[in-house]
């Protein structure tokens, strides 16, 4: 029973990729008591795909923003986690999210990690509880069991947060949108392109959403204008998918662009303008604060520098996610064991410090993925990435950009040795 007590008592929120990744590391330590609460019925995150919009059948938002058509823009291979690679994927690299569901699947049960979750329990509140008896952090989890609607109150050494940040869709004001007669919709709520037969539909931004559900669209759609503010893409696109730029104003049918220009007689808006950081259950007292998507104090885009027995797992973006989550996890884990020690809070807060000219880039790691990555490992005492990630990443960033209608379709290959990568297109 002693050996019991000394446990750290661990809650982790949420059972998508990062949590399945925490949870993993966590049941295979045994100085480690871990509980996982996760809201819905099934594991995998947004990674579930629901054909239905707005409220799932546990009466919450539905949280997946996945399309029937989806397949990952990256390809498998460097989406596999690099304890479990079992994803081959050479030709076509990039495979659907019925897939990578089907992994994450896998990989809960190669590592019997499910027997520590608990299925459709929403984490209501948490808190932070100074204890003087102990003298040390506490957090208080207040759950809600949602076939039962009982609430419960637990107690835990650290938190790890790992709720994604693809569900809370971030909508722009655009004077004149309630004059518009069409449907509206953010692509956290686009399902089939046969749906949008025939129409005129305005998909506003271009990034990996807004290209991938344009071209979506195109096979079915009269017309899609891609409608943003970046320099102009190069790739060949389908031939009525028009790039315009970003809008100005709305007249009913008529949109007013930042050009000066105008286009006509559109049908449909979809909002491709991605998601808001959102963690709607931490306490006030927890010091997590969200400014236009900067999340702070964070060090190393992870811990909580206020109360270091808290992390949020997964908040970089454009990075290669899984093996990311699998390093940032380590890290923690070494952290709460002791085999990491913080700098100066003043150094901390020094690198959490925005370093981009607008707050919402904050965390946008792109190439500065690997030093990062790298970092973690190096002072946390575990294995370094293989460099096939970085290689297939390099890679693969260039050809995207200059193919986007065919690059998925693309063959990856490796090297025996993993030291080089090449990528096939096909013609």
């Known amino acids: ?28 330590n045994v100085k480690f008591e871990t509980t996982v609460y996760e809201q819905t019925n099934e594991i995998g995150g947004t990674w579930v795909y629901k054909e239905q919009i707005g409220l799932d059948a546990n009466g919450l938002p539905i949280h997946s ?66 204890s003087e008896y102990y003298n040390k952090e506490k957090w208080s989890v207040q759950v809600k069991k949602l076939n039962t609607n009982e609430t419960e109150l637990r107690y835990f050494d650290a938190i790890m947060v790992c709720n994604g940040h693809y569900f809370d869709p971030y909508i722009p004001i655009i004077p004149g949108i309630d004059n518009f007669p069409g449907l509206i919709l953010h692509s956290h709520a686009y399902r089939k392109p ?14 990996s959403s807004g290209i991938d559900i344009g071209i979506d669209l195109s096979k079915y759609a009269a017309c899609v204008y891609l409608s943003h503010n970046h320099d102009r893409l190069t790739s060949p696109l389908p031939s009525n998918m028009i790039q315009v730029a970003g809008i100005e104003s709305i007249d ?19 909002f491709c303008t991605g998601y808001k950081y959102s963690f709607p259950f931490l306490n006030e007292n927890c010091g997590i ?32 996610p899984f093996p990311m989550f699998h390093m940032q996890v380590q890290y923690f884990l070494a952290l709460l064991e002791g085999r990491v020690t913080l700098p100066t809070k003043s150094v901390m807060l020094e690198d959490s410090i925005l370093k981009t000219p607008e707050k919402k880039h904050a965390h ?23 460099l096939f990630y970085k290689l297939g990443f390099k890679v693969w960033s260039v050809q995207r950009s200059a193919n986007l209608l065919r690059y998925k379709d693309s063959k990856f290959v490796f090297s025996e040795d993993g030291q080089s990568v090449e990528l096939i297109i096909p013609e």
């Open 194 to 207: 046969d749906e949008f037969f025939g129409k005129k539909v305005l998909v506003l931004g271009a990034a």
């Open 289 to 320: 604060r969200i400014d236009n998507n900067y999340v702070t104090p964070l060090y190393k885009h992870l811990i909580n520098i206020e109360h270091p027995s808290m992390c949020i797992v997964g908040i970089p973006t454009v990075v290669v």
């Open 252 to 270: 009913k049918t008529t949109f007013r662009l930042r050009d000066g220009t105008t286009v006509d007689d559109i049908n449909v808006l979809i």
């Open 1 to 28: 029973m002693a050996n019991q007590e000394k446990k750290i008592k661990v809650c982790v929120i949420g059972a998508g990729a990062a949590g399945l990744c925490a949870i993993r590391h966590l049941a295979a």
């Open 65 to 130: 923003s996945m399309y029937q058509n989806l397949r990952t823009n990256l390809p498998a291979k460097i989406m596999n986690f690099p304890d479990y690679i079992t994803m081959e994927a050479r030709e076509p690299s990039c495979v659907s999210h019925q897939e990578i569901l089907n992994y994450l699947r896998d990989y809960a049960q190669h590592f019997d990690i499910s027997r520590h979750i608990h299925f459709n329990t929403r984490v209501e509140h948490v808190r932070l509880e100074l």
């Open 364 to 386: 946008k790691l792109m190439d500065r993925q690997w030093d990062y990555n790298d970092s973690l490992a190096i002072v946390g005492g575990f294995d370094r990435l293989p």
